[in-house]
């Protein structure tokens, strides 16, 4: 066997070996990861957990304070809702994230968060109409920042569509395109501060 044979074999089995890793990153932000005892239901300790790994909490905790303060959960959904990272929320990913987020209650329209009618809101214009009522209520202990477990738990509840106190596979959709912490921090700094 020649040295260059060598060469090619061994960069075959760096590659093949690379295949499981690269699996398992990817694997640790699906239900099945994050449902520990293989019951089909993601629990509220079950999501802490998983939510505690995937690194969205720090990622979104822009000076590092283990806080978020409403600026940081501001420019999280703003970040959340710009589904194509170009960022600016278009009438179509406004409707999504208020869905997604909100709920049928809220009734803002796009149209008073588009002041200069562009057929986008940017990150001033999502500041500007920025509504604080969902930031207090996840605030549960009142002191003006949400910890990791207020955060967790607010998203965990929001997931949980039918409100049974768990999350199954149907529900999991909710959760589509976010919770890698490395994809978060890149997005919130590139927009900014919101607030």
């Known amino acids: 066997m020649t040295s260059k ?3 090619i074999y ?15 990153a990817e694997m640790s932000w699906s239900h099945t990861a994050w449902d ?19 690194g969205t909490y720090g990622a979104l905790d822009r000076d590092g304070d283990m806080a978020l303060n409403e600026s940081e959960f501001a420019t ?3 970040s959340n809702w710009d589904m194509d990272d170009d960022p600016r929320v278009t009438e ?15 009734n803002t329209p796009f149209s008073d968060y588009d002041l200069d009618s562009s057929g986008y809101i940017d990150g001033r214009e999502f500041g500007e109409g920025w509504d604080s009522g969902y930031y207090r209520q996840w605030d549960v ?13 607010g998203v965990f509840n929001n997931a949980d569509l039918d409100s049974d106190q768990v999350i ?27 607030i």
Do not use: C
């Open 141 to 153: 202990d009142g002191d003006s920042v949400l910890t990791e477990a207020e955060y967790s738990t």
């Open 168 to 194: 199954t596979v149907e529900e999991e959709g909710w959760f589509e395109g976010w919770f890698d912490g490395d994809d978060i921090e890149a997005e919130v700094e590139e927009v900014g501060d919101i």
């Open 10 to 24: 061994s960069a075959a089995l760096a590659a093949v070996l690379m295949i499981p890793a690269a699996s398992q």
């Open 92 to 106: 179509a990913e406004y409707d999504a994230g208020v869905d997604r987020w909100y709920g049928s209650e809220y």
């Open 36 to 54: 520990s005892d293989g019951d089909m239901e993601i629990t509220d300790s079950e999501f802490a957990t998983g939510f505690s790994d995937s």
């Open 5 to 7: 044979t060598i060469s």
């Open 76 to 78: 999280g959904f703003y």
